[in-house]
């Protein structure tokens, strides 16, 4: 199954809410990311830190919402536990890497991790 490269890249600014700050992020120059105030309702999460790269498979979603989604539906409790879930999830994506040996050599054996903040 070839993997296709996405950038990731922070969600738009909730409106009403200011980035704290900008950062630059040294593995590509030309990537910025903010840091946004984060509440203590709030958790924001993405594919992959800024600057770095994300992975899907052509078949599927991106690696951490196809994890999500299959940690939320084998769940059976009532109530989903979600530090089991996205440790599981880190977990499942750690085990996970690119597949493309000979179509693209560069991108195979490549593997990404999710990053969160609150």
């Known amino acids: 199954m070839m993997d296709m490269l996405v950038n990731s ?3 738009p600014i909730p409106k ?10 040294n593995v590509n120059p030309h990537a910025v990311a903010s840091v ?4 203590n309702d ?14 899907r498979s052509n078949m599927t979603a991106s690696w951490m919402i196809r994890f999500i989604k299959e940690e939320i ?9 979600l530090t089991k ?10 085990n996970q890497e690119t597949y493309s040996p000979t179509k693209n050599p560069v991108q195979h054996g490549m593997k990404s991790v999710f990053f969160f903040s609150h």
């Open 42 to 55: 709030m958790l924001i999460m993405t594919s992959s830190p800024s600057g770095m790269l994300a992975w």
């Open 16 to 25: 009403g809410y200011e980035p704290a700050e900008q950062l630059l992020v």
């Open 36 to 39: 946004y105030k984060c509440y």
């Open 9 to 11: 890249t922070l969600p």
């Open 73 to 81: 539906e084998k769940s059976t409790e009532r109530e989903i536990n």
């Open 85 to 94: 879930v996205l440790t599981k999830v880190a977990f499942d994506m750690a």
